[in-house]
């Protein structure tokens, strides 16, 4: 069996999509719903991508970490029921924000130092707050 994939160069490559630019833009009915309720911009662009805003995985994870302080990080993406690189992603949002800490945990075996998480008292305030506005409205 031979191999039918071509292999291309970059110019080809570019070449092949300038098809793509050369029509009109037709924007979908989403579109215009989201920029009407305020939640992109003309360009597409979120406002939520540069604010303080918390998505549902962080309050899931941080909810795991307030339920569950002083874990390894590594056993945090099971307990939330999510993938290790998701968590990954989520884990430095919520230390930029404050809600949680990271502690190094020296082994006194060879390998790398355990990371223990727990939650900051603003962002256990801010989950109770959460759940708080959840319940009355």
Avoid: C, W
């Avoid at 833009?25 to 920029?35: I, P, Q, T, Y």
């Avoid at 994870?61 to 968590?87: C, D, W």
């Avoid at 230390?95 to 790398?112: V, Y």
């Amino acid at each position: 069996m031979t191999n039918q994939n071509k292999t291309i160069t970059d110019e080809q490559a570019d070449e092949s999509i300038k098809s793509l630019s050369a029509g009109p833009v037709v924007r979908a009915d989403e579109f215009f719903k989201a920029r009407e309720a305020g939640e992109i911009n003309d360009n597409g662009v979120s406002h939520k991508s540069k604010s303080k805003s918390v998505d549902e995985t962080e309050i899931t994870i941080l909810r795991i970490i307030v339920e569950h302080p002083m874990r390894p990080s590594s056993q945090y993406p099971k307990l939330a029921g999510i993938s290790p690189n998701t968590f990954k992603k989520i884990r430095p949002i919520l230390k930029d924000k404050g809600f949680i800490d990271e502690h190094k945990l020296q082994a006194n075996a060879r390998g790398r130092s355990a990371i223990l998480l727990g939650p900051t008292e603003q962002g256990k305030k801010y989950l109770s707050d959460y759940d708080n506005n959840k319940r009355n409205g």
